[in-house]
């Protein structure tokens, strides 16, 4: 593990070294062209659309335009840049050879079965525990992004997760691949931008006889690119003492809290997967991984070993404190974001309480999530919550797969993803066919399919109170069909 801290991903991090070139020693002007250059690949980025546009896409030098928001938007690929991102596309969207097809369907349908639950276990759950990493945390606070904008940064995940496990999100007629693609390029970017190189050159660097520190920068590049490159441009790196950043065991253990974090959700709700269920949904999040440019040997196959690796990488991140600590204000900033979708005032504390009941006092304690709730919404949620696992328990001995705690998840999760998610006004950034289909998708979720009639039209009742969430889907298609596409 020690030494997966000084390891990253060489595919990407090379191709983003070719994009942008060497750095400028000191400071760097508004017109330094690597932020040109990171502009152009943002406006490529349009251009993979889905896994079968990939496979055949390729970089030509030259202009490039794109209409965003009703504008037309210029960049230029320069030979270098399309060398490099046809290299890089054609070598990252193969799937490993041992991808496993059928596991890679159930994983598909166990997250379409639980619908908005599995939305309210991503933002309750795994994006939490995402967090307690400090030196992780440290990136994310540098950027702003998750204080400043949170709602942001949750659709922005949103955009990875829904073509992932939509139904043939990894094969040709998904667009999941595509997606995780940006997404791996855009870490090459964070980790090139912090180190002002590539991280192999600091690495040698350091190895040489460097200290290992990226000196801070004291003023920020001028001009009006984006505030959080130039924040991660400027912020310094300590090598030495906090390894890369995004390096390979940061990598391993955001995946660990989409896949195994969610399992283990389930288990503590008390309507856990079987075991080969479990195993087909860790496959399916390993060839993501894989496509992301994690290396196989940090991948769990089973929730024993996710249990072993996820608690021996937050006792090393714990020992290794960072002061000022980050992760209180992302931790605040992620609950405030999920109350204030929530439409009574007594509901508004579930988010919180049901983190800490997810992941446990230690993360709570992390994230400075222990403030007491007011009474009568820590009673009315833990009355519900133990009554309605206590009905589970008896249900379920004539209704196997009945569960009145994932309907009241999914409400809470429904309400959520109309509100934030769903936006009209605020789309994820995905090509609009694909954001249709999720629109669709999630239209589809008001419905539990394992429920009785009855109990579905409660939960209809639940779903669309306020006219905000009610219809929403129906009218987003037509909506989004006529906005322009947004760069990643």
Same mark, same amino acid.
């Given at each position: 593990?020690?030494?997966?801290?000084?390891?990253?991903?060489?595919?990407?991090?090379?191709?983003?070294? !070719?994009?942008?070139?060497?750095?400028?020693?000191?400071?760097?002007?508004?017109?330094?062209?690597?932020?040109?250059?990171?502009?152009?690949?943002?406006? =490529?980025?349009?251009?993979?659309?889905?896994?079968?546009?990939?496979?055949?896409?390729?970089?030509?030098?030259?202009?490039?335009?794109?209409?965003?928001?009703?504008?037309?938007?210029?960049?230029?690929?320069?030979?270098?840049?399309?060398?490099?991102?046809?290299?890089?596309?054609?070598?990252?969207?193969?799937?490993?050879?041992?991808?496993?097809?059928?596991?890679?369907?159930?994983?598909?349908?166990?997250?379409?079965?639980?619908?908005?639950?599995?939305?309210?276990?991503?933002?309750?759950?795994?994006?939490?525990?995402?967090?307690?990493?400090?030196?992780?945390?440290?990136?994310?606070?540098?950027?702003?992004?998750?204080?400043?904008?949170?709602?942001?940064?949750?659709?922005?995940?949103?955009?990875?997760?829904?073509?992932?496990?939509?139904?043939?999100?990894?094969?040709?007629?998904?667009?999941?691949?595509?997606?995780?693609?940006?997404?791996?390029?855009?870490?090459?970017?964070?980790?090139? =931008?912090?180190?002002?190189?590539?991280?192999?050159?600091?690495?040698?660097?350091?190895?040489?006889?460097?200290?290992?520190?990226?000196? $801070?920068?004291?003023? !920020?590049?001028?001009?009006?690119?984006?505030?959080?490159?130039?924040?991660?441009?400027?912020?310094?790196?300590?090598?030495?003492?906090?390894?890369?950043?995004?390096?390979?065991?940061?990598?391993?253990?955001?995946? =660990?809290?989409?896949?195994?974090?969610?399992?283990?959700?389930?288990?503590?709700?008390?309507?856990?997967?079987?075991?080969?269920?479990?195993?087909?949904?860790?496959?399916?999040?390993?060839?993501?991984?894989?496509?992301?440019?994690?290396?196989?040997?940090?991948?769990?196959?089973?929730?024993?070993?996710?249990?072993?690796?996820?608690?021996?990488?937050?006792?090393?991140?714990?020992?290794?404190?960072?002061?000022?600590?980050?992760?209180?204000?992302?931790?605040?900033?992620?609950?405030?974001?999920?109350?204030?979708?929530?439409?009574?005032?007594?509901?508004?504390?579930?988010?919180?309480?049901?983190?800490?009941?997810?992941?446990? $006092?230690?993360?709570?304690?992390?994230?400075?999530?222990?403030?007491?709730?007011?009474?009568?919404?820590?009673?009315?949620?833990?009355?519900?919550?133990?009554?309605?696992?206590?009905?589970?328990?008896?249900?379920?001995?004539?209704?196997?797969?009945?569960?009145?705690?994932?309907?009241?998840?999914?409400?809470?999760?429904?309400?959520?993803?109309?509100?934030?998610?769903?936006? !009209?006004?605020?789309?994820?950034?995905?090509?609009?066919?694909?954001?249709?289909?999720?629109?669709?998708?999630?239209?589809?979720?008001?419905?539990? $399919?394992?429920?009785?009639?009855?109990?579905?039209?409660?939960?209809?009742?639940?779903?669309? !109170?306020?006219?905000?969430?009610?219809?929403?889907?129906?009218?987003?298609?037509?909506?989004?069909?006529?906005?322009?596409?947004?760069?990643?």
């Amino acid at each position: 593990m020690e030494n997966m801290q000084h390891h990253a991903d060489p595919l990407a991090d090379q191709t983003i070294a !070719q994009i942008l070139g060497p750095w400028p020693a000191g400071d760097v002007a508004a017109d330094a062209p690597q932020w040109a250059h990171i502009d152009t690949v943002n406006l =490529l980025f349009g251009q993979w659309t889905d896994n079968a546009a990939l496979t055949h896409w390729t970089a030509q030098p030259g202009p490039v335009r794109a209409n965003l928001g009703g504008q037309t938007v210029e960049g230029c690929v320069t030979p270098a840049m399309a060398a490099a991102l046809n290299t890089y596309v054609q070598a990252a969207q193969v799937l490993p050879p041992w991808a496993d097809a059928r596991k890679i369907e159930r994983a598909e349908k166990l997250f379409m079965e639980h619908g908005a639950l599995s939305c309210i276990l991503l933002f309750c759950a795994s994006l939490p525990e995402c967090y307690v990493i400090p030196d992780l945390s440290s990136v994310l606070h540098t950027s702003g992004q998750l204080e400043q904008n949170a709602e942001y940064r949750i659709r922005s995940t949103a955009a990875m997760i829904f073509p992932v496990m939509m139904h043939g999100g990894l094969s040709l007629r998904g667009a999941g691949a595509a997606q995780v693609l940006k997404v791996r390029l855009i870490h090459a970017t964070i980790r090139n =931008l912090i180190l002002h190189g590539s991280p192999s050159h600091a690495i040698d660097q350091w190895k040489a006889g460097g200290n290992g520190m990226v000196t $801070p920068q004291s003023t !920020q590049p001028r001009g009006g690119r984006s505030a959080m490159y130039q924040a991660l441009y400027a912020r310094g790196w300590d090598l030495a003492g906090d390894g890369l950043p995004c390096n390979q065991e940061e990598l391993a253990y955001t995946l =660990l809290t989409f896949g195994y974090v969610f399992l283990r959700s389930l288990r503590r709700l008390g309507i856990g997967l079987p075991p080969a269920d479990e195993e087909a949904y860790l496959h399916a999040w390993n060839v993501v991984g894989h496509l992301l440019g994690i290396e196989r040997s940090l991948m769990v196959d089973t929730m024993e070993q996710g249990r072993v690796l996820m608690a021996g990488m937050q006792a090393r991140g714990r020992a290794e404190p960072v002061t000022p600590d980050p992760r209180p204000a992302l931790g605040q900033a992620l609950m405030q974001t999920m109350e204030k979708s929530l439409p009574w005032p007594i509901v508004k504390p579930f988010p919180q309480l049901m983190t800490r009941y997810l992941c446990g $006092p230690a993360t709570a304690q992390d994230l400075g999530l222990t403030q007491p709730a007011p009474w009568a919404s820590a009673l009315l949620f833990w009355g519900v919550l133990l009554l309605a696992r206590a009905i589970d328990a008896v249900l379920r001995l004539v209704l196997p797969r009945f569960s009145i705690v994932r309907m009241l998840t999914r409400a809470l999760g429904y309400h959520f993803m109309s509100r934030v998610l769903m936006s !009209q006004t605020r789309p994820l950034q995905l090509p609009t066919e694909l954001l249709n289909q999720v629109d669709t998708v999630v239209h589809g979720w008001s419905d539990d $399919p394992h429920a009785p009639g009855w109990l579905n039209r409660i939960e209809d009742r639940l779903t669309t !109170q306020g006219s905000w969430s009610h219809g929403l889907a129906h009218q987003a298609g037509a909506t989004r069909a006529t906005q322009a596409q947004q760069p990643t």
